[in-house]
């Protein structure tokens, strides 16, 4: 399959300040990638240049074949954008401001309308946006980045705003999307919230990315030690810690409590050892490290550098 | 072209929402009525050329209001979308940068057209309600006066365009937009006559008058309404002046087109180069 977004040795300077520095990558079709960040990562700056709104200092664009920055507009007709701070004019109504960019992508109104009921607005379509809370406005960004089933997704932030229940069923249908063949891109500042929904993690951080590829390459790559915690039974403490002593990094915690931090090689040993027949365990669990302890790792790991 | 309608029509919903049209239409009626009425009192009703006193006084409260109201629609057109973070929406669209300039301008010009041509249709209207009978010159002249007028304001918008392409803010571009009119509606007029006084005619000839002239769009509508039509200008006190012109109503015409086609052109341009 050939890459639907191509970004090669890309270069954004701002004046003195480069917001993106020497980025490679590409993303397929079919595939959710997160692009995580800090605020001001250049995650945004990403987007706008894949949207050809500004231009490359160094380096190229490809989206869909085509240089964004071009002026050719035939590739933007399969583009959905939901910026970050999403704004309307406030003095149309939901109906009309979707009739508006279904316009201008082509689309019929109907199947427009289609998609505000797809995305809960469809009590208020006829109501003022200036009415509408974040929630009901961010529902309308992303129904107008919806129109005309675009072939790549650019999702800047897309559920700041929204309650649990709405982010369940915005993931359903980017999910959906993307099932059909789609490229999704998606900007966040927590990984926490990707988590088994973006096949791949593109992390950036001061323009540089720091990282890429699935959750489990990263985790492999990172080499951050899984977390075992033991219920130990009643014991002399003295023959617990004869017991644990081939196990490098372990610690108290509470009474019967011990956790092992475990490096991804000695960790089936560890379990063995841990589900031994004299083993003192009452009850075991096994904490993978978390997405925030990888994103934090990988941050620290190019500060250092 | 279609994207260019798409977003003109755009404009014309959302300044019929905002209530622009209404406003501006209401402001234009409102004054040329009364106008019409207090204004015909000093000539002591020779009922004839009525319509001609009309112009006379229209187009100068043309020159005053057309302005500021084309400035107040157009200066926030660009700077403001950016600042409202519409506009970064927009251009992820299958869209050109000067379609949307286009489009707003169509769509602008519309809404101020609408406005003058009711607004000052009122006028005509109601001097015909009251009887007046009113000959073929007058009406062209009225016709002439009205076209000229939604000129006018096309020169300001795209004025105004150019400010909002240029500059930062909106606070900026509210700021500039003021100063522009102060300038060509009141300061520019104030200064050249100032100048011509002092000078007595040793320095500032007829043909550098003319092009000073020129300069500002404003006294380019002047000179068109009311050296134009021979009976406007024995009502305005300038068949002296219409006599000596050199600047004929076509140059005059062609000079207030090129005054809204540079300004929208130079906007385009700012437009495309400004980054988001």
Redesign the interface.
Known sequence: MTATVDIRNLVKR?GAVAAVKDVSFTLPPGETVALVGHNGAGKTTLM?LM?G???PSEGTVQVLGENPAA?D??A??H?G?L?E?????T??TGR?TIA??A???RQPIALALALIERVGLGHAVDRRVGTYSKGMRQRL?LA?ALLGRPRVLLLDEPTTGLDPALRQSFYDIVEELRADGATILLSSHALTELEERAGRVIIMNRGVKVADGTLDELRRIAQLPTRIRLRVAEQLPDALENWLAPIANWRRINGHGVEIDAAPADKIAILRHATGPEAPVDDLEVVPPTLDELYAHFLRSQEQA | MRNVLIVALKEIQEALRNRWVLATTLLLAALALSLTFLGSTPTGHVGVRALDVVIVSLSSLTIFLLPLIALLISHDAIVGEMERGTMLLLLSYPIARWQVLLGKFAGHLMVLAFATLLGYGAAAGALVATGATIDAESWAAFAAMIGSSILLGAVFIAVGYLVSALVGSRGAAAGAAIGIWLLFVLIYDMALLGFLVVDQGRVLSGGLLNTLLLLNPADIYRLFNLTGFANVSAFSGMAGVAQSAQLGPSLLLAALIAWALVPLGLAAVAFSRREL
């Open positions: 701002f706008k949207l709104l500004i231009h002026g507009f035939a933007r007709r583009l954008y910026p701070s999403i704004s309307f004019n003095g149309l009309e508006f960019y316009r201008l992508k960004g107008q």
